[in-house]
């Protein structure tokens, strides 16, 4: 199930200095109606600092009876002790048939910073009922999913000449699932645990920062579809399984005059066998404020439990999967000088043995979960900006992105095809009134691939398949601010537009919330 993805995704191991996460995931789930984008074009979601106790508190509300409501506090006590909480909750009913929701989340932090060593403690819980839509497959147009998450996780670091990190942490997952709400057809119920302990180390020396550790993980799953056959069932689970996975590295940085580099060295052990992983970085800083870099970086990814098991009325499973690889090249410039800001990046993954859902007729029109010996990724993105704290405009910014591979676009697949080839977007910010802004968002998307569209819904005897269209957004927000209020009007896809997300979910129109925001103790 979907949710599942996120427990058992078998990342690869994440050197210290690696940041290609966002570079090697470009999948957009925008199922359901939520203010995110808008409170990342304010900049509402602020970092919380616990030097100071205060607390942020906001709720609002609008179309298609959204609600939401959320507070965060920081406070500090004693030498070197602080902590954090937050909370919220929200419900909507939906723009589209069956998009309803509903779901709360809590976490908090307790934290002790000393001459001889910190400490981290978090914890954290949230909770999401929702109605699927589409999302698994259209020709069920009234799934249901519900989810619960926990996670507890300690962190430690001491502050001699070589700096130890132990840290351990639990994930448990609970999801379960309907293909048609309020029916036995297709339902599914999984628990997945995730234990982690790792022990890491660095220290700085004169040819640079040296670091290094090692790190075990379980993976274990209870589920009525996920797995090997239970002899005696558990509950609601018949099916269960385990994976153990261990990981050492080593990584090295050095900065010099006008120049950095840096390497890693590891060995990913797994039930696949042994593995090594490595990555190179270089930059230059030929003049203040510009910086050039390059990098190769390679990676592997374990088949999910879902691309392992998962198998439904609309979907069938593969056990032969092995982990995916790949290498990715990049180069990247920057440029910042007062308020102006430019970079550039640049990149090639070189993929093999990739994963993905591909739609196949000669097996009854379902989805099957296969492995392409090879695929090549090609993107670029560019990006600039002018920022200023004072005067009527106070923020303007550019953006481009295009992704391209070498795949057959003849195939009909859930992930590795349905990427967004091309993205534009321009934001404005202005400030007027004293006390009001308005900034603005228009963006230009064209998404690769193709879906299948059910004329009928829940009729998957009469389909066809569509191409993505390209499609505009604008957003915007207008907003009030005096002393630790703020009030703010928010309107999403403002111009109306018509258009579908992965697996040809049709997405909402216009529509909008109001809020109010409280910052007390700044």
Not at 52 to 81: C, F, I, K, N
Not at 221 to 239: F, M, Q, R
């Amino acid at each position: 199930c979907q949710s599942l993805q996120w427990i058992t995704s078998g990342q690869k191991p994440r050197w210290p200095g690696d940041s290609m996460t966002a570079r090697e995931k470009k999948a957009m789930k925008r199922r359901l109606p939520t203010s995110s984008r808008m409170r990342r074009i304010s900049g509402w979601k602020r970092t919380i600092s616990a030097t100071t106790p205060h607390l942020d508190a906001m709720v609002e509300g609008g179309s298609y009876g959204t609600v939401r409501g959320e507070a965060r506090t920081a406070w500090q006590w004693g030498q070197g002790w602080s902590g954090t909480a937050s909370g919220s909750y929200q419900r909507s009913d939906g723009a589209t048939a069956n998009s309803a929701f509903k779901g709360g989340k809590g976490f908090g932090t307790l934290n002790y910073d000393g001459s001889d060593f910190s400490f981290n403690l978090q914890a954290g819980a949230t909770a999401n009922d929702f109605g699927a839509n589409t999302f698994y497959s259209a020709a069920y147009p009234n799934q249901w999913e519900a989810t619960r998450r926990y996670l507890i996780s300690a962190r430690a670091e001491s502050k001699g000449r070589v700096h130890l990190v132990p840290q351990v942490s639990w994930v448990r997952s609970l999801d379960h699932f309907q293909l048609i709400k309020g029916s036995t057809t297709g339902e599914n119920f999984h628990r997945g645990d995730v234990f982690t302990a790792a022990i890491n180390a660095w220290t700085q020396w004169a040819l640079g920062r040296t670091a290094f550790g090692a790190e075990v993980r379980n993976e274990n799953i209870y589920s009525t579809n996920l797995g090997d056959k239970l002899s005696v069932p558990e509950g609601h689970y018949t099916h269960a399984k385990a994976r153990h996975t261990g990981n050492l590295w080593l990584r090295h940085a050095k900065r010099w005059r006008h120049f950095d580099a840096a390497a890693s060295a590891g060995v990913s052990l797994t039930p696949y066998g042994t593995s090594a992983l490595w990555s190179l970085s270089g930059g230059y800083t030929p003049a203040a404020g510009l910086h050039l870099g390059i990098g190769a970086f390679q990676s592997m990814r374990l088949p999910t439990f879902t691309d392992l098991y998962y198998t439904s009325p609309a979907q069938i499973n593969n056990l032969d999967l092995t982990p995916e690889r790949a290498v990715t090249y990049l180069f990247d410039a920057g440029y910042m000088k007062n308020s102006w800001r430019l970079s550039l990046q640049t990149y090639y993954r070189a993929g093999r043995d990739i994963i993905d859902w591909v739609w196949r007729e000669d097996i009854g029109d379902k989805w099957h979960s296969e492995q392409t010996s090879r695929l090549d990724t090609y993107g670029i993105e560019l990006s600039g900006g002018y920022t200023v704290a004072d005067g009527f405009l106070r923020r303007v910014t550019l953006s481009y992105g295009y992704i391209t591979t070498d795949r057959n676009s003849d195939i009909i697949a859930k992930g590795a095809m349905d990427y967004m080839r091309h993205k534009a977007a321009l934001a404005v910010e202005v400030h007027f009134l004293r006390r009001m802004s308005l900034a603005l968002t228009a963006s230009v998307y064209d998404r690769n691939g193709s879906y299948t569209h059910y004329p009928v819904p829940g009729d998957p005897s009469l389909s066809e398949v569509r191409d993505y269209e390209p499609y505009f957004l604008l957003d915007g927000r207008l907003q009030w601010e005096k002393g630790i209020c703020r009030l703010y009007v928010d309107a999403t896809n403002i111009t109306d537009s018509r258009y579908c997300d992965l697996g040809g979910i049709p997405l909402p129109g216009a529509w909008g919330t109001a809020g109010v925001a409280l910052t007390i103790g700044r």
